[in-house]
């Protein structure tokens, strides 16, 4: 790969998280925000692996929680890049459970977080992301159409932010 495009796989990031009663909400399952928590870990590392530059979080959507994490499952979180433009990227992430005792596996949640470079004329331009798997080539090829999603919501968000009551 040429040092301006780099393939999802070399930006990708794998945790694991074992489920501990102190991850748990009233229903015995992993509290939603103990999951944000992680999602936002393991994808601000998928994004320093593919820019190499100081980026923030600015957005996380598409959340969608699929199964329940309980007692004596394992998480596994893998995020990669899946797009860049001017200043942005889109990161990925899967979070996989399997229950220890019986081995069983399943998708627990799906996501995307937008990182965010911070201006600094010095850096180099952005990597163009390349899939090579057929998930990778599937979610890459949904990009185009939730960066135009993102930059839609941004307007209208600027716009709410100013009507919004402080008093």
């Known amino acids: 790969m040429s040092t301006n495009q780099l393939t999802c796989h070399e930006t990708l990031t794998t945790t694991s998280h074992r489920v501990f ?25 998928a994004a320093s692996k593919a820019v190499r530059q100081v ?22 979180i893998e995020s990669y890049v899946t797009g860049t433009s001017h200043r942005s990227l889109e990161v990925f992430v899967k979070g996989l459970g399997e229950h220890l005792l019986t081995g069983k596996r399943f998708v627990g949640f799906t996501c995307f977080v937008t990182f965010v470079t911070v201006a ?13 798997t057929d998930e990778e080539k599937f979610i890459c090829n949904g990009y185009a159409a939730r960066l135009t999603e993102r930059q839609q919501d941004r307007k209208y968000q600027k716009d709410l932010l100013n009507h919004l009551n402080l008093k």
Not at 25 to 38: A, E, K
Not at 55 to 76: K, R, W
Not at 120 to 132: F, Q, R, S, T, V
């Open 21 to 45: 009663s102190s991850d748990l909400n009233d229903h015995d399952t992993v509290f939603g925000g103990r999951i944000l928590s992680l999602v936002d870990d393991a994808s601000s590392i």
């Open 120 to 132: 600094n004329p010095a850096d180099p331009p952005l990597p163009k992301i390349m899939p090579e």
């Open 55 to 76: 980026q923030v979080t600015a957005t996380m959507d598409h959340m969608n929680f699929i199964a329940p994490f309980v007692m004596q499952d394992a998480m596994l």
